[in-house]
């Protein structure tokens, strides 16, 4: 009873955080941050577009609904947890979109065809709360038997996810970090404006982030109860594509 009664204590210290250091700083900055992202990520668009007419699937962190339109023949119900991204994402009024926590998704347990989660799992504070975000992607999925892999041809039978977090091996980039740098770190946004007589100011947020080493998506995805069917690295971030097996389910 006592582990269980700490634990609490750290989530809810974790939530807190997470909310300080997350939540409230997208609200802030969510119609600047929209401005800046506009394009689709190559993998991720790939990953929509091979998906059947009909498909059914939810976009977990969907910040200005970016995804939502990409393949115009499947369903994505998108939710996030900053409230203004939503209004955002929502803005045309021909698209699915709610308010969520990625904790808890509000959707029926083994009913959708897909889920994406793209720059969202690294933004939880502990190894405990990004295990149960997964997990909470994956319950959403149509469960699966074990696929079938030859050559990295994998018969999929069930639901699928793909899930992206910023890479710790970025030492080729401008930011530089690689192994043996801090995982968890604060990350400034700038938001540029200028004062009331025209002069120019600036004022920065700091957000919280969990830079994933190699092979810790993968490691994650496992002890929530996952399957990797793919997994690789882009453009700084490490993704996995991953399946919820029948054998794993509770």
Not at 187 to 203: E, F, I, L, Y
Not at 214 to 224: F, N, P, R, V
Request: glycine share 8%; with cysteine; proline share 4%.
């Amino acid at each position: 009873m006592a582990d269980v009664g700490q634990r609490d204590v750290e989530s809810k210290q974790a939530s807190v955080y997470e909310e300080q250091h997350v939540h409230e700083v997208y609200d802030q900055i969510a119609s600047h941050f929209s401005s800046t992202r506009y394009k689709p990520w190559p993998i991720v668009e790939q990953f929509l577009k091979a998906l059947p007419d009909g498909s059914v699937g939810i976009d977990v962190g969907c910040g200005n609904g970016k995804y939502l339109a990409v393949n115009p023949n499947i369903l994505v119900l998108a939710s996030d947890r900053s409230e203004n991204l939503v209004k955002i994402a929502s803005r045309d009024g021909q698209r699915n979109a709610l308010i969520a926590n990625s904790l808890s998704l509000p959707h029926r347990n083994s009913t959708l065809d897909f889920a994406i989660s793209i720059a969202v799992i690294h933004h939880l504070s502990t190894n405990v709360r990004r295990v149960q975000a997964i997990n909470s992607v994956l319950l959403t999925l149509r469960c699966t038997s074990l696929p079938l892999c030859r050559s990295g041809n994998c018969i999929i039978d069930g639901g699928r996810a793909l899930i992206f977090v910023w890479a710790l091996e970025q030492r080729d980039s401008r930011r530089g970090w690689g192994v043996g740098d801090d995982q968890d770190i604060m990350v400034p946004w700038v938001r540029k404006g200028t004062h009331s007589d025209g002069t120019p100011k600036a004022q920065t947020f700091n957000r919280y982030y969990h830079l994933y080493r190699q092979g810790e998506l993968e490691h994650d995805i496992t002890e929530a109860g996952g399957f990797v069917i793919q997994s690789g690295y882009e453009k700084d971030n490490w993704w996995a594509v991953a399946v919820s097996p029948r054998s794993e389910r509770v």
